[in-house]
């Protein structure tokens, strides 16, 4: 059975992506923090930009995916939205 997307709350899908985006923020933050701690101090990837770029990234999402959102939205009023298949559960 076929289903469009015709509409993304762009407020919810915001918090949900600046929630997703910390997450991937700590990811590369930890490694780079740990790499940095290694390195000569020549200034580079210090403690404090590893704790600001999850939040970074957070914002970013906050702000950014919403205006996607709205994008998208206006965009699927025109010309339809993304369609995709869908199966019942029993039927899989």
């Known amino acids: 059975m076929a289903r469009r997307v015709m509409r993304i709350a762009p407020w919810q899908a915001g918090k949900v992506m600046a929630v997703l985006y910390f997450i991937f923020g700590l990811v590369f933050a930890i490694p780079f923090a740990l790499i940095g701690s290694f390195a000569p101090q020549a200034g580079g990837f210090g403690i404090g930009f590893a704790i600001a770029l999850p939040i970074i990234y957070a914002i970013g ?32």
């Open 61 to 92: 999402g906050l702000i950014i995916v919403p205006l996607c959102c709205l994008v998208y939205n206006f965009v699927a009023s025109l010309v339809g939205g993304l369609e995709f298949d869908v199966v019942d559960h029993e039927a899989a």
